[in-house]
């Protein structure tokens, strides 16, 4: 059974603060890693597709790391704002490559 | 374009009940998947679906069915519902279902059983 884990599951930041998370996974048989974030009210949103070891993606702001030898993603805030209050979820592709395997994500509050 | 749409937004059923859900795809994307989230979990994969036939199924009961139709929307049946089958319900959609897409997801539907 594939596991995804997040960490830290919940987080509260200061307005300006830069903050990263964690998602760790099984190392072999990768596929792909996905990153969404889900604000409230709303429908996750894709972040980011990595599919190479050493993918690094850049969206404004937020940034995310791939390491798929040693089986973890990074995901990286830099100066958070209100806005980014959400909860990030990550996800890999099972191992026939038909199903997205969710963590239980990392809820982020951030204050003005 | 219209995003995912999924209908309808809130349903109350009862024990014992079924239910039907739907699901609109993007235009112009050919595979939908549904996922089950209850509070505290990430969204847990039920089916996927690509050209009408199921290419995925996650570790649900057969109480759990699916089927996608030509214009490629999606519907999600379940019966003889049970308390914990309380939940929002997911469906996202990509062109192809491949694992470099990434998926597009409706609003969800939000069952409750009493």
Redo the contacts between chains.
Sequence with gaps: ILNVEQSPQSLHVQEGDSTNFTCSFPSSNFYALHWYRWETAKSPEALFVMTLNGDEKKKGRISATLNTKEGYSYLYIKGSQPEDSATYLCALFNQAGTALIFGKGTTLSVSS | DA??TQSPTHLIKTRGQQVTLRCSPISGHKSV?W?QQVL??????IF?YYEKEE??R?NFPDRFSARQFPNYSSELNVNALLLGDSALY?C?SSRT????????????TRLSIL
């Design positions: 995003g995912v998947s996922y505290g979990q990430g969204p847990q994969f996927q290419r995925g996650g997911l996202a279902g491949h694992s470099d897409q990434p998926q597009h997801f409706g609003d969800g």
